[in-house]
């Protein structure tokens, strides 16, 4: 009897931890996203005035109005980063059921103009899309990674043919977070785990995969996630700030970094943190450490914007520091000097978790903000103070956010 007892109650902790298990995949990254680490919904400026969002596997292109356009189902489970092209399409990335990573254009109609799968290197995980202009011709480059190396792979954005691959060794850094070109065929890389304490660097190589400078960048980042290139070519750097210990809850606020031009001095960090102005008890950027996305734009005007998650924790919540009280989009605004300028609640949703946000400037000067709300991605449009004169909800059925 205590055999059977005994089997019982370890197959019951066996079923217990493959459900958790399944649990956390569930509530961490959505059950359409079982494969990636990548954020829901993405956002870029189509040159016909309108967008393409990146939302729920799907590319919707959507007009200036909010309506949407058309829509192309993506190949694989998991979408990750794409990029407007000149000719009025796009490139997005994706990974598919084995880990590979998938590269595909589409013309301005949503037609696919070509697709690239990359395979036999176990490489995957891609992360952002590049056009840049190399002797006049353009270029599309992918930052990804395995086990063994970090990846820079550049491909002919007329036929996808692959240029070039510059494999940076592994002691840079583990993964890569983010691209951004600093001159025609130069990038900036932003990489986690680069050494035993687990820190981010900020890496510069030129056209021909050549490292430049590499920079550990501020200790107390749990998660740096985005990089912006200032026009002087200074870098700013954001992500999640490690823990800090506040009353009721500990918290986990968004950390920026500025990098002077040179690639190595810093010229300043900022905590954004409980209650400053009018804010709320923390701001919680969605790129959290399950998630990647840009959240952070230069605006016309010349100043950062920073899209984020405000965030009301409930003390009796499970996790409060990790989302699961009130969560509502902020949008933060800042000098390049990293002084606050205002924080702004843009919708009160009265969610139960977090989700990842995305901003952009449009030509037209506005701010578009894109989201994931209950498995539906929304786009805000905000002038530059902040205030919301649009918000449209997509899921199975467009329909705007007075409709729920």
Partial sequence: MKILETSSR????????????????????????????????????????????????????????????????????AT?????????????????????????????????????????????????????VVDDLWRVQVGSYNSDSLFIHTYDLQNGQLLMETALDNSLGNSIHDLAVIAPGDLAVLTSFADQEHNHKLLRIDEFGNLLTSTTLDTTFYRANTLLVLPDGSTVVCGLRDAIDTLPYPSQPILVQKIAPDGASTEWVRTLQAAEGNGPSNYFS????????????????????????????????????????????????????GNLIFERRLLNTALSYEFPLDIIQTAGGELAIAGESDGRAFLLRTDSLGYVYSNRIYGQVARTAADD
């Fill in 10 to 77: 370890t197959l019951c902790l066996i079923l217990a931890f493959c459900l958790g298990l399944f649990h956390f995949q569930l509530d961490a990254q959505g059950w359409k996203h079982l494969y990636s680490d990548q954020p829901a919904s993405e956002v870029v400026a189509s040159p016909d005035g309108g967008y393409y969002l990146l939302a729920d596997n799907e590319v919707l292109k959507i007009d200036a109005e909010g309506e949407v356009v058309w829509t192309h189902p993506a190949f694989s489970p």
């Fill in 80 to 132: 990750h980063r794409m990029t407007a092209t000149p000719d009025g399409g796009l490139i997005y990335t994706s990974t598919n059921s084995s880990f590979l990573y998938e590269l595909i254009k589409l013309d301005a109609d949503g037609q696919i103009s070509w697709f690239v799968e990359r395979d036999g290197q176990n490489v995957f995980n891609p992360v952002r899309v590049m056009p840049v």
């Fill in 286 to 337: 969605v790129l959290t450490f399950l998630y990647q996305g840009t959240g952070l734009t230069l605006g016309a005007d010349g100043y950062l914007y920073l899209a984020g998650i405000g965030y009301q924790g409930d003390p009796t919540a499970v996790n409060p520091h990790l989302g699961w009280g009130i969560a509502d989009p902020y949008l933060v605004k800042m000098d390049t000097d």
